[in-house]
């Protein structure tokens, strides 16, 4: 495992014919040194009950050493066989809409005991069997785990316990989650409803902030159980996976990332994004940062698309663009799902990279590619990345959105947490993916960006505004600060009127109400959402053009000793966002010549272990293009060639530069 | 309770820190001088299966007492607590799609034994807790009751009973639901089935109107035991609402609130309306005359929005406007809902007098300055109505509605109900809301509309036609009397051809069938619904022009003896319906010179207590305008200023008159 | 049952007075001659538990005779008695989302022992009673028989039957199947999982062919019972119905028409179309085809539309033009559903011929002119259809677009279906529609279309491939061949390159992709579906024009001997495709002079009993037009005139002509 980890996922059990030995071959031909394994096929390493079979575990395993590749074994345990669901129906999750059916995978309540104890037999079977290889580099815990939406009525006894044990006695628990409201509070702990009843947005987003919690445990349990098996040199990892739109879109709703990854040595994800016209980079690059911002440190992009959904189908020279672009976010290596099309089932057009044909193709010959400039590119494994910039993100305000959508649910929380961080990317402006749980080391940052931080505790907020205190720039969008961290609106003036230097107490849903500000382009309108800002000591920025509420702001910007604090109050297109963005950011002394490129041309920096600067210079668009190299005198890996500060690059359609600064 | 009632819904149980003092005193500074309590709390007053806690009411009337406020007392029976479902959870409703879970409110069999065994308890002792309090001027039964869409077991056989005592024997049931249909006749009541499958719409029409019924006895039975309890001074009233899409719209789907008004001795509504661009006060006008016409008598505007739904925060001058529109329709008092903004679990957005930080607000302000107002406006409560023209509601017909939409679902009811109303408000003619009850007392009105009268006995139609041969003007829309009272098409010649002196048997959904007639804007056209209509003694007023439906009108006229009946065969744009209406109105002597106004400026009439003649002036519009005075000499009472027939009202914005004909 | 039948399905037991004698008297004025009865009424016929009353279908049939009209009975046994589903609540079927319940008919489980034994009872009782009639001239089996989403447990046990039959062990279900995939093989046939909960499309595929055959086996077991009954001159029929989008559509998903049709003896279906400004004639043209390819012989037009739903009353003209076009389809027989409309329950604005009044109207006079003219056309009976075009319908394919859809949905089978079909309709080709069972029997044709071909077995591929070197032109759409019979992805190079002279491996969803051809109009475009075809040996008739995939085909020809293969590979306007096909069809020596009338000008044609060819020239369009007649010298046998080859025929709008050839 010393240069990029390069492969895909590769299934033996759905092989419709042998072709082990080839697809091997075909793989070490394509510069592809790991596979990823096992991790979706109980049901052929226990064909029943106790009766175990790893021979396709084994022959791979085998056959790849020979081939000179890696192997990273999965724990099967996200998908159960037939005989288990059948001998325990109850593992089968009660998602408060009755009892899930067996068939598809993830549909198990993953605190049942019937279901924990034979995933813990298989785990360790499995490891027997294949830990020890010399050729298996890590072990994946299960497979995009989450809670599956299981309220089943041990979960909920659990629950009961948590909130006993959180809040003592039961009047405290109608205080905080003001359970008076439609006479349901309760005067004994007997008494405490079924939650998926339930109207009270506080238990129903503590229950749900349990359930994340779940996930975490169950990752950890599982690590305490591979880690017996495994050498120093062997990783655990797991793929969490993003919001779901279509894509991978943004934070993940069901697990909360940063707590899980206690659980592993290396962390995993998966990336799919769209593709052909509508290739950005902007998913590798936000979801690469949330990944990276686990542990500050490298990850494996462990799925991301060949060929893909039917739509995603890629232009001669994007998967290439697409491997650069994760190397650029810091990925250590790039696993594609999967190799071979799968003839049957349900993902038959989800397709990996050969096509139902078997067969070399225009995909397969573009990872060939990639995989001979990976080789080049090693020195750019585990590059440091050390951006200026962050955003912070909070899976209990994704919740409180979701409890409390904006109007019509026209934006949910991602898609505020989006329109900040794409709008930073098109401006080649780089930010990091920070968490609450890192808000003591928050001063590294010269800006930090708060989208729709609507629910958080008192010591967050005070963080925030320490930072500002110590100089930092602040950066918070709409319904930030709202509610406390049981979903309690706050009923002080809001939002934290000694860092904005605003109040707040009334918003709307805006029907094309135009902004003023010599800042924004000609037309600039607030949509969705809009809070009427009274300044108190913060500068105005932008108003609203409006004949009741033209006295009111919509941006502001607070100065506080060295630091500032903006508050953008409403929401607005990406394209009055980013000259709002640029004032700050040239305020805050981060705004240079890079910024001269603006997306389809995109720039991404790194240290590589070398301690040089590394230079990624994309160009995500089907034109050829042209475009001045900003930064010292460096040599494109690629190409090989020698660029000077100021010299020219010449790209081709969806082309790449990867330029190493000179020692 | 001599003055117009001002104030709010307060929910001492709900605020976050004690504010009792300082709210009672807000509120009394603003000029409110009333709050509703205790209605949506059953758990605080209950905490345990009978243990009683009236803390909360008992303190909450002392203190309004002293700020001189008067408190309606709710019975908090529509929202039961958690021990209670815990307890009998057959107290649930039973939908057809399993029993409801406990959280949300209204979700019960309002039938269900241990449900009314608690209920009446909890009533009884929270009128010994309060009734006798002397600032307690009323008490509102239940909270916006339906049936929630019980079909429980207990209620299905309840309803056979009920269709035992209507048929007899099931050979007239079978004939009058026409159960021969596919397969469905019964030849004895047990084989009558579960109502929840049936594709029969008279059975399930008749199921439903049972259903309302249960809600009549229910409210009928709260107020036998709450009057037990009660002074002579003392009123019974409930929050009826209207059929809701997004804000109060048309006649009540699941309640027949002339049924269901007999148990109370003051008829309340809870009226909510779009705000800001969308604010026209047709909801104030529709649904006031809806709840006036249920005793005929003024009534109480329990619940309407002071800041409201995020899309409604009014704009400034909006919400005296809007008390202002309510106490034109006859209204005695106007509630906010609600004094503060709730902090937690559902309806934290839907913003009260008072937003999240407790604090003095534009709201509070403009409601301030109402409060004033109307204290000089006192002599304008219980404001007599006179309408010469009435609109028919029918339950029924809104049945027949959603049994047998019309094409695409594109209108309801209510749709042809608002139609037909907003044209009239729109041209400033003022209409009371009748209702099949008042068949009797129709001659008082010089013309009567009858929007979709699609199900109706022929003891109503023979009154309708009596009415005309009265020398009345009836205008009915398409579809009228189509259905007997048993979802019966009727196999006469429809509809009532020797009332309108047309016939029709085909109709069909228009593909934009322009509509010829010199009362037509150009462009007009049939939409959604067009009956062929074959004029025999009635005046053609519109023809399609089509050229195969060229033949037919689509508006006809009958002169009989002094009276009229015209028929409007398909439906057209509300800018087409005006001048026909129009047409009718100048036919019937009902069109003068406020006609000159029309929508957005506003003119309401009433008699006075004193027998004085007032007109409110308005300008729905966010323009100042200038509006000639149409009436006799008489004194603004808002601004004190006197105004001569054809003087020049100058309007503010949202600006309003209140003019007192001198007496 | 000489002439044409001609008269509409009769309901005594729904009519809510007294009118036997008059509706009798009234059709036969009108010229009908057959009704259809009983099939709706169980509960009428067996009002008790094994009490029977047969006065309503003994009054009707003697009514009939007295009249001179014929009879079809219907066994009742799509809609059960309250009192059988009270008994026996398993007989209503368990869909996987619970068991139905009692209302609607088609929602029994027809597998039911219970269902089964009272069927058998009601259909002897009903043959007895009736059959011996002289003027019964038929029975219809049950009523649009479908499977009703039964998946109850009987039904998967016997599912688990035929799997095993099917397979003999495990591992060959698992292999066919790929049930390795997320862990769902099995090791024991126990262990077979639930269907309703699969994600297994094969597993799902199959379930559905099963389910579909239990249909045929359904409809078979009620013609062995019924035929012990029937006279030789008797025909058993039953009315297929077609794949409902708002009309009949195409093919029937959840029945195998093709094999269900060996119960009869005579054909039966049902066609409902768009009417007004939307009437093409197409559906009469399409599930004509399909219902004559069943035996290839005439079929019933048992139902279709008099009045129909409420935007389908017809313009005068188009009753009469409907009756002639499935005449010109093939149809022995036309008759409306209904006689007269129900006054009653759910179908009640599904207008018969009488409208709720029950007097005669502009559709009763229209009916009352086809009856005459009918009686002049009756040497157009059993008109034998010789078409040179076929197309290929294979229900197994549209399951396979179901379980893998086109991108968006946005297309399904019978839209591929109706594409290719409704192309040539509108040039004036007709086509015979042929299923797989079919593939002994190609070679008469001289082209074959093969829409959407998905599923095949080898077998099918072979026939295909063997037609086109006897000479045949295949034309197929994209995605033929794609799976084999078990829904398994082929991985041979695809589709059928032997064949078709191409291979590919990739498609996507374009993005508004030109195409480049002189075959094609301006503006050319593939949407929703596009596959990247890499010529080998074919000629390429269209290119894309796409900077990463111009160097792919769209559209190409093979030639093999005298024999042509074309195969389209991407989806595209009906504008599109036409020229296209022309080109193939001037290949093949389809195209002659009759092309030169298009769409909306029909050209039918047929072989009269005598042997005479027939012409029917149809005006689908409100306007009068002026037509060539192309044919040999005939006389138009509906206003009595001659016309020699080249005379000029001139349309009514809407109208018609029926030109026998001179003998």
Known sequence: MKGILFGCAYYDE???????????????????????IAESTWSCHEPQDGVFDFSHVERVI??????GISVIVGTPTYAIPPWLAAKHPEILADTGHGREKYGRRQNMDITSPAYLYHAERIIRKLMEASAKAPNVIGVQLDNETKHYGTCSANVQKMFLAHLKSEFGDVSRLNKAFGFNYWSNSVSSWE???????????????????????????????????????LRDDQFVTHNFDYHWKGNSYGIQPDVNHKHAQKALTLVGCDIYHP????????????????????????????????????????????????????LASGASGIMYWH?????HSNETFWKGVLSHDLEPNETYWEASQIGKELESLSQLKDLKKASQVAILASNESLEGIERFPFPGGKLDYNDVFR??????????????????????????????????????PDSLLDALGAYTSNGGFLVSSFKSGFFNEYMEARHEIMPLPHVFGIAYDAFTEPREVPLISPLLPEGAKASVWMEMLRPESAEVLVWYNHPSW?????????????????????????DCLKPLLESFLKDAGLWGEPQNAQFPIIIRNGIAQSGQAVHFYFNFSPDSAKQPYYHEDAVDLLAGKEYAKGGLLEFEPWGAFALLEKA
Chains 1, 2, 3 share one sequence.
């Open 191 to 229: 008494d405490v409803p079924d939650v998926t009843g339930s109207i009270n947005a506080s238990f129903v987003a503590e229950f749900n902030k349990f359930r994340r919690n779940l996930v975490t445990e169950f990752l950890s349990w599982q690590s305490q159980i591979v880690k017996g098996y």
């Open 550 to 574: 033209g006295k009111y702001a919509a941006v502001t910007k607070e100065k506080r000793g060295n630091g500032s604090a903006a508050y953008i109050g409403c929401y607005m297109d990406k």
């Open 62 to 67: 085998e056959a790849a050493d020979k081939a």
């Open 339 to 343: 190799w071979h099309s799968i003839h």
């Open 275 to 326: 593709s052909q016209d509508l290739l950005t980079g902007a998913e590798a690059a936000v979801c690469g940062a949330a990944a990276y911002g686990l542990k500050k440190r490298n990850y494996l992009v462990l799925e991301t698309q060949a060929q893909g959904l039917t739509n995603w189908t890629p232009y001669p020279g994007q998967l290439r663009l697409q491997a650069l672009s994760h």
């Open 419 to 456: 329109w900040m961080h794409d709008s930073l990317y098109e401006m080649n402006i780089e930010a990091d993916v920070i968490f609450p749980e890192d808000c003591e080391d928050l001063d590294k940052y010269k800006m930090i960006l708060v989208p729709a931080l609507c629910c958080a």
């Open 14 to 36: 759905y092989m419709v014919y042998e072709r082990l030995e080839k697809d091997m071959q075909m793989m070490n031909e394509a510069g592809m040194n790991t596979i990823r």
